[in-house]
């Protein structure tokens, strides 16, 4: 195929431009198709492509930094408590949402009905937390006041157990009690706190005992207040 | 072209969203644990400092919340708050920068070892991509390692397509200077 250098130029650019999503696989398919016939062609990007594909491992292989969303959830509803209550208590204040179809003042917004969307909002939250506390022992998720993707339990398929932990465990903690049950976080929290955990090594298979000897690490902890194993 | 990043909680996020417009702490409380993982992992790619995720990822939701209302549905809610969460985010670290609390990206020392002797590939990419500009690693993290299009991280980082693409161009160009050992077949074989 005789092909100007212009052209060659041009898609070598064109492809070369796609080699990050190629490398992380979210290539649509027509783009991977025409990267693939693309690549014997170009020693340029299969150079490059080694290198993307290092990069892309070295982010990959970062360490994740996991947060207990609940105890995070409380001090941002602490926060907008806040805003409420001085919104509340000073009319020159806007307030921090006026609703839909009313002027945008303090004086548009009855306190008493503030103060019950507020209360109400405080007690779900309150809620999520005592039911996180029952579910110790039960196994069996709180319906959710809404649908979405974290109350509608579809596992994980390389989940194995499910645990839930308490809210002020530290993030070194859970990170260290991660390694020493050889788990990794594979999905959640849920709305009621549950994760789902895999083991930490792909290269490991997910036995019976190894899941049994996880598992009882994670029981013997204070800081976990569930554990289940969700292999048959 | 890049497919978009796999958003099929979109479908769910726009109504919670709508509620969250309505003023409902609720829907704001079910979006917030939603996206707090993911939020949280791509916070803490560009700030060491553990304590200063939670307060961006909390200032961003406290920015959900006061600007619900005006979302205009030209992007997704998912694209939105990580444009967001972006915003935050450099807002907060240029901060910190002024007041000295955290040190310049150009102020990491130059490697002393030659690349192609050091083992350690790994530390290698990690050093060059912190001597990247912090716009530039994140568009490569936004790229690589979190899946978005270029016209998600243009919506993302409030710029135009073209400038993206210039990011990753100039990204990748500083990264195969750095690391010429890692880059396989020499052109030259051509």
């Given at each position: 195929m005789n092909e100007s250098p212009g052209h060659d130029d041009l898609e070598h650019t064109a492809m070369n431009e796609l080699i990050p999503w190629y490398v992380n696989g979210t290539l649509d398919d027509s783009a991977r198709r025409r990267f693939d016939r693309h690549l014997p062609t170009c020693p340029r990007c299969r150079a490059d492509l080694s290198l993307d594909r290092a990069v892309h491992a070295r982010m990959a292989a970062q360490p994740a930094v996991e947060f207990m969303p609940v105890a995070s959830l409380k001090r941002l509803n602490a926060k907008l408590d806040e805003l409420q209550s001085a919104a509340a208590h000073h009319p020159e204040v806007p307030p921090a949402v006026p609703p839909r179809?009313?002027?945008?003042?303090?004086?548009?917004?009855p306190l008493s009905r503030l103060a019950v969307a507020a209360s109400i909002a405080l007690l779900a939250v309150a809620l999520g937390v005592v039911m996180v506390d029952r579910m110790a022992g039960h196994g069996d998720l709180t319906p959710a006041t809404y649908h979405t993707v974290t109350t509608a339990r579809t596992k994980p398929p390389q989940e194995t157990i499910r645990a839930v932990f308490a809210p002020d465990m530290t993030l070194v903690e859970l990170q260290s009690l991660l390694d020493d049950a050889q788990l990794k976080i594979v999905g959640g929290p849920t709305e009621a706190g549950v994760y789902s955990l895999a083991p930490a090594?792909?290269?490991a298979p997910a036995s019976t005992l190894a899941t049994a000897s996880s598992l009882e690490i994670l029981r013997r902890?204070?800081?976990?207040?569930f554990a289940e194993s969700t292999s048959p | 072209m890049p497919a978009s990043?796999?958003?099929?909680?979109d479908d769910l996020d726009t109504p919670l969203l709508a509620r969250v417009a309505c003023g409902d702490r609720g829907a704001l409380a079910t979006l917030y644990l939603n996206y707090h993982r993911r939020l949280s992992r791509f916070l803490s790619r560009f700030t060491r400092r553990y304590e200063n995720v939670e307060e961006i990822l909390n200032d961003t939701f406290l920015v959900v919340w006061q600007s619900a209302r005006d979302f205009r549905h030209a992007s997704r809610v998912s694209t939105w708050i990580m444009g967001i969460a972006y915003r935050t985010a450099l807002k907060s670290l240029r901060r910190d920068q002024r007041h000295g609390r955290t040190l310049p990206l150009d102020a990491l020392p130059e490697p002393s070892c030659d690349p192609t002797q050091d083992a350690d590939t790994e530390d290698w990419i990690e050093q060059g991509l912190l001597q990247l500009s912090l716009e530039h690693r994140l568009t490569l993290e936004l790229a690589y390692h979190f899946g978005h299009s270029m016209e998600e991280i243009a919506a993302i980082t409030a710029v135009p397509v073209g400038t993206v693409k210039a990011r990753m161009f100039h990204a990748r160009e500083k990264l195969r200077r750095r690391l010429p050992a890692l880059s396989g077949e020499s052109v030259q074989q051509e």
């Open positions: 179809g009313r002027p945008a003042t303090a004086q548009g917004l090594s792909r290269l902890h204070a800081g976990v207040r | 990043t796999n958003n099929s909680t």
